[in-house]
């Protein structure tokens, strides 16, 4: 019982170590997609452009790896026989659309704004999908603790938002609270999507998981972009610097490693342990690369709140774990 204790214990660091650096890869991404937006003038083929190009490396190393063949070919055995759901496979859209309100909104609030408002609503989401035992850890009760990290987050959205609001933002008050709106709601999926790519992990591994999640995510953004580029046309021009289309390898990092460790340490620990990268991340980009925006005392109180919501929440899941 002691040594199988341990190997937990061991397996929820290592993939709280790994949760920080997701995060810190997202708040790079959410640099990198907003500032693709902006150059276009269109969010959504941002997104496409990010999410083609992840879906693209994930198809070329297929080609050469039979393990990820064989991995795809399980998911799909798994739902024909019904041990998955067909719904299991469309994480993706989640992912797209937070790819697509970086391209949106970052340009506008700066990314530590944005990530504010996207923890929000993961960790909103990720007690109801932990009580509903939607990912493979199973089902984690709703603790008051846990509930109160939730609060707290939500909390400092609202002083982030203040923050957009006043006359650093560069934007109207009403502007400001919709644009930190999209990423609440796109942060209210993630922790779905991190859940359904955890199921698809554990059948077929988490690279399979993630070319899935690129696939269908991808092919929801086409839909869009098709309307979009119908309404207003092509963009006029694609910015010539190579970094600004790293966006889609970054995405393949991070939700190959979320599908990973979401077996080990479920979705609210690690939207919390991501978040935190997430936070230390954007904050030094706003500081060192600023964008239109600049970094107003409220938005950094908002993120010192969500970093202690991120710090309680990973305190109350290792005393579950402890008492299980």
Do not use: K
Not at 63 to 76: D, N, P, Q
Not at 99 to 115: E, H, K, P, R
Request: charged share 10%.
């Amino acid at each position: 019982m002691t040594a199988a204790r341990e190997r937990t214990d061991v397996r929820r660091w290592i993939g709280v170590l790994l949760g920080l650096c997701c995060g810190a890869g997202v708040a790079v991404q959410a640099r990198i997609n907003g500032d693709l937006g902006d150059r276009l003038n269109d969010g959504i083929a941002a997104a496409v452009i990010s999410f083609g190009s992840g879906l693209i490396l994930l198809l070329v190393v297929s080609g050469f790896s039979g393990r990820m063949r064989t991995g795809l070919a399980a998911i799909r055995r798994s739902v024909h026989a019904g041990r998955l759901r067909w719904w299991h496979l469309l994480g993706g859209l989640c992912g797209a659309f937070f790819v697509a309100c970086q391209g949106l909104s970052v340009a506008t609030i700066g990314v530590t704004a944005f990530t504010i408002a996207v923890v929000a609503g993961q960790l909103t989401s990720g007690l109801v999908v932990d009580r509903l035992g939607v990912s493979p850890a199973g089902i984690t009760p709703v603790t008051p603790v846990r509930l109160g990290a939730a609060a707290l987050a939500v909390a400092a959205v609202g002083v982030a938002a203040l923050g957009r609001s006043g006359g650093e933002s560069g934007s109207g008050g009403g502007a400001a609270y919709l644009l930190i709106a999209l990423p609440a709601l796109a942060g209210l999926g993630l922790a779905w999507q991190q859940a359904v790519n955890g199921r698809l992990a554990t059948v077929g591994g988490p690279v399979p998981a993630t070319t899935i999640n690129f696939a269908t995510g991808t092919a929801g953004l086409l839909v869009v972009e098709a309307a979009q580029l119908a309404r207003i046309g092509w963009p006029t021009g694609f910015p010539t610097e190579p970094w600004l289309y790293l966006g889609g390898a970054i995405g393949v990092f991070f939700i190959a490693v979320a599908a990973l460790i979401v077996r080990w340490i479920g979705v609210l620990l690690f939207g919390l342990t991501s978040v935190s990268g997430q936070l230390i991340g954007s904050v030094v980009l706003d500081v060192v690369a600023p964008t239109g925006t600049r970094l107003s005392a409220l938005t950094i109180a908002g993120c010192v709140l969500t970093l202690l919501a991120a710090a309680i929440g990973v305190l109350a899941q290792g005393r579950t774990t402890e008492r299980a």
